[in-house]
């Protein structure tokens, strides 16, 4: 008796369809990218398609540029700064003591 499945064995694009069912491919470019790391990634682009200047490398994640001998610099990543380290920047140390010299008073109730 037969399973009652009636694809069995079988695959999706399978089948005697071919390149004359699903027409023709487009014309592809393998282009090179090498990141600062030396790795080197060769996506495909269709021949009429703009080419980008640079490319995500897949194993380490710098961009990377076609030039072999110069690839583009990894980003450069900014260190976590607390709330207090941003307020430094914008305050100098005397700002700092007018300000906390006027909340005393107003707690002190000499405003």
């Not at 470019?29 to 269709?46: D, K």
Request: aromatic residues 6%; hydrophobic residues 30%.
């Amino acid at each position: 008796m037969a399973s009652g499945n009636a694809i069995r064995g079988s695959r999706v694009g399978a089948g005697p369809m071919g390149e004359a069912e699903r027409g023709e491919s487009a014309p592809r470019l393998r282009i090179s990218f090498w990141c600062s790391n030396g790795h080197e990634t060769v996506p495909s682009f269709a021949s009429d398609a703009q080419v980008p200047e640079t490319w995500d490398c897949p194993r380490c994640g710098f961009p990377a540029g076609q030039d072999q001998d110069n690839p583009p610099d990894p980003p450069r990543t900014e260190p976590y700064k607390t709330h207090l380290a941003y307020v430094r920047e914008r305050r100098s140390d005397a700002d700092g003591e007018a300000i906390l010299a006027e909340a005393l008073a107003k707690l002190r109730g000499e405003i």
